[in-house]
């Protein structure tokens, strides 16, 4: 019973600021995600914007016509339009044996375009059309003054077929959402830091019923409520999009174990660090996990860099990622796993602490 007042009381206190908590925790990183999601999009379908196109290349034939191609392709001329890469391309440009054949002979020549990526659709239509411009001005040349063959080879096109063999991937409003959860998490455990510090500023533990408590139970009661607190911001954030038709739309199951984990997170390292830390060195500790998501740029871009596995929101991005991708939890059992591990040990050493302490009363 007293743990359900101490849990009632401080839920009170924590919600007793309700329309701050939402604009601050919910509307707040929403709009946030709405915006950048929106102009990624744009960005994405922009008609009128010709992106250099990644091109890895494949020479089946191998023939000096073949090579004369990619050496074109490769040229200080075409390099705003095409870029030859080695790994990771938009498309694949695969050069056929035989080709050096059919051009000679004045036959339709063997390229396929493979595409590996979504979008880049105006890009791709420019690179065929310049090799087909390329492949008629050749075959003029070879054909000399047959009309005949003139006609026939400025009606057909070199690129024998486009095809789409892309990764499946997530939408602007999918990458950035599941992105922006890591912005609501260190927000939260920000918050819980700070608050903590603030709870014992101010006895804010008189409120439990006048029978005193331990250390331990004291803090077990302000994780329970803590829980609650937080389950029920990250839900809210979540279930927008999910409401919304534009992110989280898988298994409503998993989505739910997934909040548990990014509940666990929150609440393990806030009570953690300040249980174990003053407040000194504990809003120090907090700032630095504040900041370092930001450094990583993986909150608002849904890719970061090194600094990102430094930070505990990427492991939960990656979970909240792969199942907005696949709408359950396939590919997320490691990082469950790793978020799962990180919260226990953390918060172990904040129990260790609490009974290191002994059982030294908390009262009014």
């Known amino acids: 019973?007293?743990?359900l007042y101490y849990i009632k009381t401080t839920l009170k206190g924590m919600f007793a600021n309700g329309v701050v908590t939402i604009a601050t925790f919910i509307l707040f990183p929403i709009l946030l995600a709405c915006f950048m999601a929106f102009f990624h999009h744009l960005d994405d379908e922009n008609p009128l914007k010709l992106k250099a196109l990644n091109v890895q290349i494949v020479d089946e034939d191998n023939t000096e016509n073949s090579k004369r191609l990619v050496e074109l392709l490769g040229s200080d001329d075409l390099k705003e339009v095409v870029n030859i890469v080695d790994k990771k391309p938009d498309v694949e440009l695969t050069i056929k044996?035989?080709?050096?054949?059919?051009?000679?002979?004045?036959?339709?020549?063997d390229i396929i375009i493979n595409k590996k990526v979504e979008g880049m659709g105006m890009s791709t239509d420019t690179l065929k059309v310049i090799l087909d411009r390329y492949h008629q001005s050749l075959y003029v040349s070879i054909a000399g003054g047959d009309m005949g063959n003139l006609n026939r080879i400025m009606e057909s096109s070199i690129v024998e077929d486009i095809t789409i063999?892309?990764?499946?991937?997530?939408?602007?409003?999918?990458?950035?959402?599941?992105?922006?959860?890591?912005f609501v998490i260190t927000i939260l455990i920000y918050t819980m830091i700070h608050g903590g510090y603030a709870d014992i500023s101010v006895n804010l533990d008189k409120r439990i019923n006048a029978t005193p408590i331990t250390k331990l139970q004291y803090l077990f009661y302000e994780t329970m409520a803590l829980i609650v607190y937080v389950f029920i911001i990250i839900s809210g954030y979540v279930i927008f999009f999910r409401?919304?038709?534009?992110?989280?739309?898988?298994?409503?199951?998993?989505?739910?174990?997934?909040?548990?984990m990014g509940t666990m997170l929150v609440v393990s390292m806030s009570k953690s660090i300040s249980t174990i830390f003053g407040a000194k060195y504990g809003k120090i500790i907090g700032t630095i996990?504040?900041?370092l998501p930001l450094i990583?740029?993986?909150?608002?871009?849904?890719?970061?860099?090194?600094i990102a596995l430094l930070t505990p929101t990427h492991y939960l991005n990656n979970a909240f990622n792969l199942y907005n991708l696949n709408g359950n939890l396939e590919g997320c059992g490691k990082w469950i796993l790793i978020i799962f591990a990180m919260s226990i040990i953390i918060y172990s050493a904040a129990i260790i602490k609490a009974v290191i302490q002994g059982r030294k009363k908390v009262c009014a």
């Open 165 to 182: 063999d892309t990764l499946k991937t997530n939408n602007p409003y999918e990458k950035i959402s599941a992105s922006m959860i890591g």
């Open 243 to 260: 409401v919304a038709g534009l992110s989280f739309k898988g298994n409503i199951l998993d989505l739910i174990l997934l909040i548990l």
């Open 97 to 109: 044996e035989g080709y050096e054949k059919n051009v000679l002979s004045l036959n339709k020549g």
């Open 1 to 3: 019973m007293k743990a």
């Open 289 to 291: 996990i504040f900041t």
């Open 296 to 306: 990583s740029g993986e909150i608002f871009s849904g890719e970061g860099n090194k």
